[in-house]
């Protein structure tokens, strides 16, 4: 029996790059039979400035016309590429509590957001990024805005000290079936006593690759998958127990999320 699609929620900013996030999720969505919704949130304050209550009601009447015009406008020039329904929404007040609320409410499999090039890592906002990974509990992917993931292709899909697909991924079944072959494994360990590429058992279809943990481990991780053209990296969430093999702490994650060129998938709890 057919399974019911996969939820699927853009947080947008509607910049000029939000159709760069849209295309990712698109090709994520085609994947894994998923249904789009974006949804964005325009802080109130922005909107009225002023204490006349006429006044205020126009403005938001205005600024209302204009966020719904830009939705339906990128929703629409994005379906119509790629054969996709989109639907979206928005809401005007805190942008936190509208994303918790929105969240909480639509209990989405998948959250998807977009991040912006810099030399600090942001997305949507200071402390955006924290807030989300903290107030929902399901899978969340950050995808740069200037590598979008081609839809109607298969990815190139890396899976960090998670050498299978993580039982948090609801969706895990239908994203390896549409993904390169063979799965790239990177481990980030105490201690490399062997070569960097090693292949896990014939039947797994893995090749795994080990690195040694150092100051500039990360640096050095993000220039080698750069090289070996990964698209996805699947990230395990962080947990209190840590395996004794593995030393990848929630700052090292941070740093990944910051310094990586590729979309990254970070699984639920």
Do not use: W
């Amino acid at each position: 029996m057919k399974k019911n699609p996969y939820k699927i929620v853009v947080l947008s900013d509607l910049t000029k790059s939000s159709e760069s996030v849209l295309k990712s999720a698109v090709s994520i969505a085609k994947i894994i039979n998923g249904r789009i919704e974006m949804f964005y949130v325009k802080k109130a304050v922005d909107v009225v400035k002023m204490d006349n209550q006429l006044s205020a009601m126009r403005a938001i009447t205005i600024e209302h016309k204009s966020i719904n015009r830009k939705m339906r406008d990128l929703a629409s020039s994005t379906s119509e590429k790629y054969d996709m329904g989109i639907s979206y929404s928005f809401e005007f007040g805190n942008v936190k509590n509208e994303i918790e609320e929105y969240l909480t409410d639509q209990k989405p499999d998948l959250v998807i957001l977009g991040k912006r090039k810099s030399k600090t890592f942001k997305l949507m906002g200071d402390g955006i990024t924290d807030f989300v990974l903290n107030c929902h509990g399901g899978p969340i992917m950050i995808t740069p805005y200037n590598k979008a993931l081609e839809p109607n292709t298969e990815v190139s899909l890396g899976m960090l000290n998670n050498p299978k697909p993580s039982i948090n991924l609801k969706f895990a079944e239908e994203l390896m079936e549409h993904v390169h072959k063979p799965l790239k494994s990177f481990k980030i360990v105490k201690n490399k006593s062997s070569s960097p590429k090693q292949p896990l058992p014939n039947d797994r279809k893995t090749i795994e690759y080990d690195f040694e943990y150092s100051d500039n481990i990360i640096k050095n991780f993000n220039t080698y998958i750069s090289k070996i053209n990964i698209d996805l990296l699947c990230l395990d969430r962080v947990k209190k127990s840590s395996n004794a093999t593995t030393i990848l702490t929630a700052s090292d994650v941070k740093e990944v999320m910051g310094k990586l060129n590729v979309s990254l998938l970070i699984t639920g709890e």
